[in-house]
Nanobody
Framework: QVQLVESGGGSVQAGGSLRLSCTASGYTYNRYCMGWFRQAPGKEREAVATIQPASSGTYYGDSVKGRFTISRDNAKNMLYLQMNSLKPEDTATYYC?????????????????WGQGTQVTVSS
């Protein structure tokens, strides 16, 4: 059974940090591009960061560059998102997602596997 399960969300004050984790199972993890997306109420889902199957390259959205770091551990089928210097505008539900092959797209429709999401709330 293919499954992506996020954890690590929560509430934090502005300037604080959180680390999100995603546990993948049921597919050949190291052959998939992995990504973090987020969706705030009333807004479209947006790509936060993506990472190539062999960690050979990453992408970051402009709003998180320099503050967030995506990483993966293929031996453990894990994906991470270290979020530092959090801002109230980072408040959203964060989703782990996967697409087979390389990270040639940041469009959510191109990612076929999704977790259930984890809530991140940043207060000012």
């Amino acid at each position: 059974q293919v499954q992506l399960v996020e954890s690590g969300g929560g509430s934090v004050q502005a300037g604080g940090s959180l680390r999100l984790s995603c546990t993948a199972s049921g597919y050949t993890y190291n052959r998939y591009c992995m990504g973090w997306f987020r969706q705030a109420p009333g807004k479209e889902r947006e790509a936060v960061a993506t990472i190539q199957p062999a960690s050979s390259g990453t992408y970051y959205g402009d709003s998180v560059k320099g503050r967030f770091t995506i990483s993966r551990d293929n031996a453990k089928n894990m994906l991470y998102l270290q979020m530092n210097s959090l801002k109230p505008e980072d408040t959203a539900t964060y989703y782990c997602a996967a697409r087979v092959g390389g990270c040639y797209s940041i469009t959510s429709a191109d990612f076929k596997l999704w977790g259930q999401g984890t809530q991140v709330t940043v207060s000012s």
